[in-house]
């Protein structure tokens, strides 16, 4: 299967998963589970960063996390009003229209959207799927799931968290924003409540990507955005702890952006502090670390963890 091909997989309704498979390097005891972040999908992982762990020698599996059952708001998804016509005209369904269309408003997924625990109900049941020893690589709001999931009681064969929500949550990271960057903070509301627009595109293009990214390459990210579950975000703030108790654990590994303005320095150090460990912080970095310059350093680094891992 050429890296990225999806795999059709019979699973929860709402979500994803794709299979790459080595192309050369040693046979290796575990796959690799690939767990995206907020308003992104299994597709953040490309086709060259796939290559590369399939070049050392892993199968990888990435995963797009479930979403809203009905699809994204109307900020996000303008075709919904498509669909509601449909319903109304096309199939007589009025009830359906009308409730779809209610479920379609902006700020909508802070009502039903999915929690932290469906994320790592949809992550505990690819590691059923793919049905041997897996390590999961987290990034942001898909650390916050993974670590969930270790509270629970499922630990992968190992855990390398990216840029991700600290284990005691945002609240530190967003009052730092409020204070220091309050345009980014201002941005990230009305983004959560009205998706990607023209009132907050400049300023999430430029903190997301502080050393800059092409207008092609951001072009053909803006589409792939969708909203985020404002309940999955306001429990990652840290309450109620949804991460497993602190102490050394070996099996961690936590890299940070020098210049992510999202999960700062200071959390990342904290993230890695809480698991006994001492963070890699990728110098030039931002938030999105597995995209443009910083993919290779970090890519090595989380190779380099792996070859720690071989039992």
Known sequence: MAPGEAMQEEALQGWAMTRTDPVAGPERPFDLLFVHGMASGGWIWDRPWLERFAKAGYRSWTITLPGRKTGGSIATNPDVLDTVLSLAFEKGDTRAALGLLAQSFPGMPALDGPTLDDFSDAIATSLDQIGR???????????????????????????VLLASVPPYGLWRASMEMAWLNPELYMALMDFSMAGLNPGNIGVMRHNLFPRGISDRDFGELVPKMTDESLRAMTQALGFPPFAPLPGPQSD???????????????DAYGTAFYYGGIPRIIPGAGHVLMMG???????????????????
């Not at 020893?133 to 855990?159: D, F, I, K």
Request: proline residues 10%; charged residues 20%.
């Open 252 to 266: 961690v590994l936590v890299i940070g952006g020098e210049l992510d303005r999202m999960v700062p320095v200071p």
């Open 293 to 311: 310059e910083p993919a290779p350093a970090v890519i090595s680094e989380i190779l380099g963890f792996l070859d720690t891992r071989q039992g």
């Open 133 to 159: 020893p897996a390590a999961v690589v987290a990034h942001s709001l898909g650390g916050a799931a993974t670590q969930n999931l270790m509270r629970r009681g499922r630990r992968p064969e190992a855990t």
